[in-house]
């Protein structure tokens, strides 16, 4: 099985979007492919770098890795979970 997965150094420094507006913290990922994480703080959007299809144990850990990193490093606790429905 193919798997789409970079892997890239730990501290590989995330994408940060400046928003509109304000609001409600937000954690955000896709569902099976060419996954990726973004956690909101106030008015930016922090954008993980690309994870890649989960459809290995490895890859799966690392957006668990990158999901307690991103809230750990932004002091975040979401307060919204949005995911991508396709499987």
Known sequence: ???NLI???KHYPDTVIVLPCIGPSVLACG???KNTVCV????EAHV??????LDS???RQMLDDT????CNSLDVQP????????P
Do not use: C, F, K, Y
């Open 1 to 3: 099985m193919d798997t």
């Open 7 to 9: 892997s890239l150094p």
């Open 31 to 33: 569902a099976w492919l």
């Open 40 to 43: 909101t703080r106030g008015n």
């Open 48 to 53: 993980s770098q690309l994870i890649g299809d």
């Open 57 to 59: 144990a490895a890859a």
């Open 67 to 70: 999901v307690v990193r991103l």
């Open 79 to 86: 307060e919204i979970v949005a995911h991508d429905l396709h």
